[in-house]
């Protein structure tokens, strides 16, 4: 099993920023990749941007220029700088880590909500 705990969450103003941090625990030697997801009300979750091997990342569309993901392997945390916010923004967001075996096991973070409004 794996345990996430996403932090950093908060109301921002427009063009503000915000640093999201995850930290993994438990069986974190089989994760193959992490990553961040974000859901508004009424949408479907959508993925923000995960790490995909080799320190090579995926940025969901909404994310390219303006997010960066990073991670402290010492400290099984995983980032997500958010810069130049935009009320669109606004979501629930949520840490993914997934085990690829014979099955594909997805591990959830309980979510950090970031509301960007003026």
């Known amino acids: 099993q794996v345990q996430l705990v996403e932090s950093g969450g908060g109301l921002v103003q427009p063009g503000g920023s915000l640093t999201l941090s995850c930290v993994a625990s438990g069986n974190v030697f089989s994760i193959h990749y992490m990553g961040w997801y974000r859901q508004a009300p009424g949408k479907e979750r959508e993925l923000v941007g995960q790490f995909i091997g080799r320190g090579n990342i995926v940025y969901g569309d909404a994310a390219k220029g303006r997010f960066t993901m990073s991670r402290d392997s010492l400290s099984n945390t995983m980032f997500l700088q958010m810069n130049n916010l935009a009320p669109e923004d606004s979501a629930v967001y949520y840490c993914?880590?997934?085990?690829?075996?014979?099955?594909?096991?997805?591990?959830w973070g309980p979510g950090t909500q970031v509301t960007v409004s003026s």
């Open positions: 993914n880590a997934r085990r690829v075996s014979d099955t594909i096991d997805d591990y």
